[in-house]
């Protein structure tokens, strides 16, 4: 025992260890113990031996019991201790045991303390980043119906896929671009896409960063005959609404004067949206939060969401069905306004070098509608240092967005008289006829962009001075902070990385609350005056009895006058 | 980022879309250590890149033995010629406040402190100078702004010795997964201004060898920072919506970490509209 019996807490039974009793040294000695001397025949305090069995076993029942006290503090008894020792020691037999008796000791003390099976145990946690590794090794196998892809591939002369690596390595060139796997992972995406929808050709559009997830946006034509004409009814449905809405107004505004006056006004017919496959809807978008998720189609964009997306500047929060809340109220979801804030950019940014694309037909060269436009093959690419010297070099192949939120200017106030043939009279509004809005034909060149205050529209460079007849040329929208072009020989593309607003000068200010609605126009009938007074409505009483009585003289008088 | 780990760190940052060209890549990776040894660094970091209208600059910033130090900030046109740049002084952040818009790309460029604002051009012209502003001092303003605002570093990657020198962790080992989650777990690598603010309750639970900076908890306006997982959880990847273009990246529970600013040096002021 390595505590000294001193300082042994535990109350010693009297039979216990006599040789522990003596060291102690307490007094009176009782008959028994060997201080006493007396009934103990030749006995020794330094002999171990009690010559009585009898108290011999007592003596090994004390001690016994003494080394299986539990210990207040751990829990553990000496005894178990001893023999797990023991056990360990036999068991594994290691050298110069008595050397390293006492880390023996504390590692078997140790081992008490490991839960050796708890029924609980811990769910492994799974970290996110497995299952995202699940998706995206989805993306690597490869779909069956290998023999369909190929019948596709022979009826139609280009590739559906565009070659979304050959377009990543040119804009690494200027230092724009995602790493090299996630542009791999969502080239594999877009072919997921096309395998899934009826695609007839499909670009990788860019990124637009989120809050909380960030979205990929893929810009595709839909095969023709393939679009959803779910759309068209619902135009439909508005319009016949709100001819009944008018009809019952008018009817009510005549019999019903009891109940509370219906307010007249009649809200601007909303501008219709461009039909699908021409203007800001010339294209069909796909996002996707992460190459390996599913894509998501955006609706087409109506006129009043580009007008209120013009007006509000939100950060996305990278889930489609969250609401935008902002003054003026947006009409829609973020999937809208995503798709307001694409179809903007794209118009105000996508570039092609000047007479790459040409129009279809000279004719139409003239018309304010040219909207298509065809390939050049007799294009001849300038040199890499022309395209950036001048900005004439480039030319936009998306019309403009006008001030209505349309490519293609409509008179609003012309459509809707065709469908309300009851109203005519009250719809010619004379001093309301709106201009027509022009703008800037189809393709024109960046260098006839405005520049906001000192700074240009665009900042063109070259993507290495070093090495100059394999450098690309690259240009960058200051209006679109993350709009970016390359062109090198005939190849050309625009990309956007960015969180999908334009660059102001000035601070952002929303729109201020419109000013209170006029009142009901006054008039003499609901002016307020005061009553007369009791005096007052004597007079003018005296007053018109005198006025009575002149004028019964006068036909008195004049009476007479016609006898004679 | 730390210069040795700058080709690693852009494929981390690249989820942006802004990065560098291999030409300046390895440009750099030349540059960089040559840097170290003329100017006697103990590290190198890149800061980033400011895009001018007509150029941009790169910016590489060194650090001595205390890394809580003033640090020294070095930019070039072209990541090969460096020069050095001058600490940033009050006139010169007051004065770059008033200035808005575009860098013009040319450090010589002077921007005429009368058309921007009256008032400041006076007081400049009191104090016996000429009312412009030099593009390069709006460059070292604009720089000390960022990092005063949001250069951040991860808890327990840095910590203050006794004697109040600022040393790497090396026992960090990174953070978890579910701290890295929690803007708590990252620092401003500046001077602290709301650490005193704190109640004494608070204190007792610091650590003052790791907590001695501020956390970006409490960063007004709230909701300024956009945390993401991305590659599955594998990167964190912190961006500013305060300046745009500054990001940051941690991989969790590796030593990696690191901040770089890709923009175009200009304040966010539209924040709380767009939240």
């Known amino acids: ?564 | 980022m730390e210069a040795l780990s700058v080709p690693a760190a852009l494929e981390l940052v690249a989820g942006g879309g802004a990065g560098l060209s291999p030409e300046r890549r390895a440009a750099l990776g030349t540059s960089l250590p040559l840097l170290q040894r003329d100017y006697r660094f103990e590290r190198v970091w890149f800061w980033g890149c400011i895009q001018g209208v007509r150029g941009a600059y790169y910016i590489a910033e060194g650090l001595g033995p205390d890394r809580a130090a003033p640090r020294s900030r070095l930019y070039s046109l072209n990541c090969v010629d460096w020069s050095l740049l001058t600490p940033a002084t009050k006139e010169m952040l007051a004065l770059a406040e008033q200035v808005k818009g575009r860098f013009q790309g040319d450090p010589s460029f002077e921007y005429h402190l009368a058309e921007i604002n009256a008032e400041a051009a006076a007081s400049v012209i009191e104090s016996g100078k000429e009312p412009v502003m030099k593009e390069e001092a709006r460059l070292i303003a604009t720089i000390e702004q960022i990092d005063r605002a949001v250069g951040i570093v991860p808890r327990g990657a840095f910590v203050k010795t006794p004697l109040g020198s600022v040393h790497e962790n090396r026992h960090f080992e990174g953070l978890s997964l579910v701290e890295a989650k929690k803007l708590s777990s990252y620092f401003h690598f500046t001077d602290p201004v709301n650490l005193k603010n704190k109640t004494l309750l608070e204190k007792a639970n610091l650590d003052p060898s790791t907590d001695f900076l501020d956390s970006l908890e409490h960063d007004i306006p709230r909701g300024s920072w956009s945390i993401q997982l991305e590659k599955g959880g594998t990167v964190v990847v912190l961006r500013s919506l305060l300046w745009l273009g500054l990001t940051f990246y941690h991989v969790p529970m590796t030593k990696q970490f690191g901040y770089v600013y890709f923009g175009t040096g200009e304040k966010n002021l539209d924040l709380p509209f767009m939240l």
């Open chain 1, 1 to 564: 025992m390595d505590r000294p019996p001193e300082l042994d807490p535990s109350q010693e039974p009297e039979g216990a260890d006599l040789q522990d009793a003596y060291e102690r040294g307490h007094g009176p000695y009782q008959p028994h113990e060997p201080g006493y001397g007396l009934d103990q025949p030749g006995y020794n305090p330094y002999e171990d031996e009690i010559p009585d069995p009898q108290a011999r076993m007592l003596a090994v029942k004390n001690a016994k019991a003494y080394l299986l006290k539990t210990s207040t503090k751990s829990g553990l008894n000496l005894y178990d201790h001893f023999a797990n020792i023991l056990t360990k020691i036999l068991d594994e037999q290691p050298t110069n045991t008595v050397d390293i008796i006492e880390n023996i000791s504390k590692d078997v003390k140790w081992a008490q303390f490991r839960k050796k099976m708890d029924t609980l145990r811990d769910e492994p946690l799974i970290p996110p980043t497995f299952e995202a590794a699940e998706k995206c090794k989805a993306l690597f196998v490869k779909q069956g119906g290998e023999e369909e892809h190929e019948g596709v591939e022979e009826e139609m002369g280009r590739p559906a896929l565009p070659n979304v690596m050959e377009v990543a390595f040119y804009f690494e060139q200027a230092g724009i671009g995602l790493n090299k796997d996630e542009s791999y992972y969502i080239f594999l995406a877009l072919k997921n896409l096309i395998d899934v929808q009826p695609i007839q050709t499909c670009r990788f559009w860019g990124k637009i960063l989120g809050l909380e997830m960030n979205y990929i946006i893929a810009e595709v034509q839909l095969r023709e005959g393939e679009e959803e004409e779910e759309t068209g009814e619902e135009g439909e449905g508005t319009t016949a609404e709100e001819e009944k809405e008018t009809g019952e107004d008018g009817e009510e505004d005549e019999e019903k004067e009891a109940g509370p006056p219906k307010s007249t006004y009649k809200p601007p017919p909303p501008i219709p949206k461009e039909p699908n496959g021409t203007g800001t809807n010339k294209y069909v978008y796909f996002v996707c939060n992460e190459p390996g998720k599913p894509w998501v189609k955006l609706p087409p964009v109506t006129p009043t969401q580009i007008v209120c997306a013009r007006k509000i500047k939100k950060f996305f929060t990278g889930w489609l069905d969250a609401p935008i809340v902002s003054f003026p109220p947006f009409p829609g979801n973020e999937a809208n306004y995503l798709r307001a804030q694409i179809a903007r950019i794209s118009a105000g940014t996508h570039v092609s070098p000047t007479g790459f694309y040409q129009f279809a037909d000279e004719e139409e060269e003239e018309e304010e509608g040219a909207d298509t436009y065809e390939e050049n093959p007799d294009f001849e690419p300038p040199p890499v240092a022309e395209m950036v010297e001048s900005l004439a070099t480039w030319a936009h192949h998306v019309k403009g967005i006008l001030k209505q939120g349309r490519c293609v200017w409509i008179n609003p106030v012309q459509k809707s008289e065709e469908n309300e043939e009851d109203d005519e009279e009250e719809e010619e509004e004379e001093g309301e006829e709106q201009q027509e809005e022009r703008g800037p034909p189809l393709l024109t060149l960046i260098s006839e962009d405005e520049g906001m205050k000192d700074i240009p529209a665009w900042t063109t460079q070259a993507s290495t001075n070093l090495i100059p007849e394999y450098s690309v040329a690259i240009l960058q929208s200051n209006r679109w902070p993350g709009a970016y072009a390359f062109a090198s020989g005939g190849k050309f593309e625009n990309i956007y990385f960015g969180w999908g607003h334009k660059y102001s000068p000035e601070s952002y200010t929303p729109e201020l609350p419109p000013p209170a609605e006029a009142e009901f126009p006054g008039g003499p009938e609901i002016t307020e005056t005061v009553d007369p007074t009791v005096e007052e409505e004597m007079a003018f009483k005296i007053a018109q009895e005198e006025a009575l009585a002149e004028a019964e003289e006068e036909e008195e008088e004049e009476e007479e006058g016609e006898d004679d």
